[in-house]
């Protein structure tokens, strides 16, 4: 089975809609998103209407939670915060109520998803070895693990009796899965910060065990027009130009 991870829409159409025609293009049989499908962006509703539409799996991130409530708004970063703010006086009820029946976590796939990481599904960013020795630690019953939240394509894996190692991934790189422990992250839709603004999504293909990280171009100036038309922050429209 080959499935789209998806993760960090962020409230940004233009990129989700982009990623959805090319994972279509690409033969996914399903569609997986871990989570954070508001947050930045100017059209949430867009997002949650497609995630609804196509994902097979949906987590809830950090910011879903804020916009239903579950998080204190203080916790986030003053653009984050003004964004929550904002969502949570725009978004429709049945957006929300989608996002309401979500969680941060999900264990009866074949692999381990996170919308964060194992130890912390909400928000702790894997961004070292260290960190994923410990995550990896955590991760059964499972071999493999899909986390998001950092917003940076990566992977880290262990092999028997070895210590962690991990790197960025740029697009069309193809990791053989068949053997040892890995963390998967496929980077960000709709918000980038690897230094590529394309939309990043990952192909996991559960047969063969591989997975191949992917990008794709967008319409970063109609996000980011949408975003100084609901007069959110420009730096939240800017930094898509840069993948920051």
């Known amino acids: 089975m080959r499935a789209a991870i998806v993760s960090d829409i962020n409230g940004n159409r233009h990129a989700f809609e982009a990623v959805l025609d090319a994972v279509e293009a690409a033969g996914a049989d399903e569609l997986w998103c871990l989570g954070d499908l508001v947050g930045y962006g100017a059209e949430p509703d867009a997002c949650v209407a497609l995630a609804r539409r196509d994902a097979v799996v949906c987590l809830a991130g950090n910011h879903d939670l804020a916009v239903r409530g579950d998080i204190p708004l203080d916790e986030f970063s003053r653009g984050a915060e003004l964004a ?4 949570r006086e725009v978004i429709a009820p049945e957006s929300l109520a989608y996002l309401a029946r979500l969680e941060p976590l999900r264990l009866d796939e074949a692999v ?18 260290l960190q994923a020795e410990l995550c990896l630690d955590v991760i059964e019953p499972h071999r493999i693990a899909l986390i998001g939240h950092s917003h940076i394509a990566l992977s880290f894996s262990r092999g028997a009796g070895e210590p962690a190692t991990g790197e960025t991934r740029a697009d069309g790189t193809e990791l053989d899965l068949a053997a040892g422990e890995w963390l998967l992250n496929p980077g960000s839709v709709g ?3 690897d230094g590529d603004p394309r939309a990043a999504w990952l192909m996991l293909d559960t047969d063969a065990w591989t997975a191949t990280y992917r990008r794709t171009e967008y319409d970063v100036a109609g996000a980011g027009a949408a975003i100084r038309a609901a007069r959110l922050p420009d730096s939240l429209a800017g930094r898509l130009l840069h993948g920051q």
């Open 84 to 87: 929550a703010r904002w969502t």
């Open 112 to 129: 381990g998803l996170y919308h964060a990481s194992p130890r912390d599904p909400v928000w702790e960013y894997v961004l070292s070895p």
């Open 191 to 193: 918000q980038p910060r």
